[in-house]
């Protein structure tokens, strides 16, 4: 198991609505292209491009599939890593032995 994961967070365009027989799309600039999201969602009127949370964000989750004959070898737990380029560290999340979830430290 390895590789890298990229993500981003992207702008839906507004839903469909049904009226009688007919359905109403909205034309909007998120018809025809993707709108990228920064992460914590800054509120509205923030630069997004400025913007810093006080505040830790939620975490986000991620379900990734791997094949059931996929073997982990050796007792070294699985480890999620991502770089905040902010402060220019590298963060890890450590999944534990069992299902207990995933607790968080540093990687200097």
């Known amino acids: 198991?390895?590789?890298?994961?990229?993500?981003d967070l992207l702008s839906l365009p507004p839903p469909a609505r049904n009226v009688a027989?007919?359905?109403?799309?909205?034309?909007?600039?998120?018809?025809s292209?993707?709108?990228?999201?920064?992460y914590p969602i800054p509120?509205?009127?923030?630069?997004?491009?400025?913007?810093?949370?006080?505040?830790?964000?939620p975490p986000l989750g991620f379900t990734l599939p791997f094949d059931?004959?996929?073997?982990?070898?050796?007792?070294t737990p699985l480890t999620v890593g991502w770089w905040e380029a902010e402060t220019?560290?590298?963060?890890?999340a450590l999944r534990r032995q069992g299902n207990e979830g995933w607790g968080n430290r540093d990687g200097r």
């Open 43 to 57: 509120p509205a009127g923030a630069d997004p491009l400025t913007f810093r949370s006080e505040e830790e964000p």
């Open 88 to 92: 220019k560290v590298r963060r890890a």
């Open 21 to 31: 027989t007919w359905t109403v799309r909205p034309v909007t600039p998120l018809s």
């Open 68 to 75: 059931a004959s996929s073997v982990v070898l050796g007792s």
């Open 1 to 7: 198991l390895g590789g890298v994961l990229y993500a």
């Open 33 to 38: 292209q993707v709108h990228r999201v920064p």
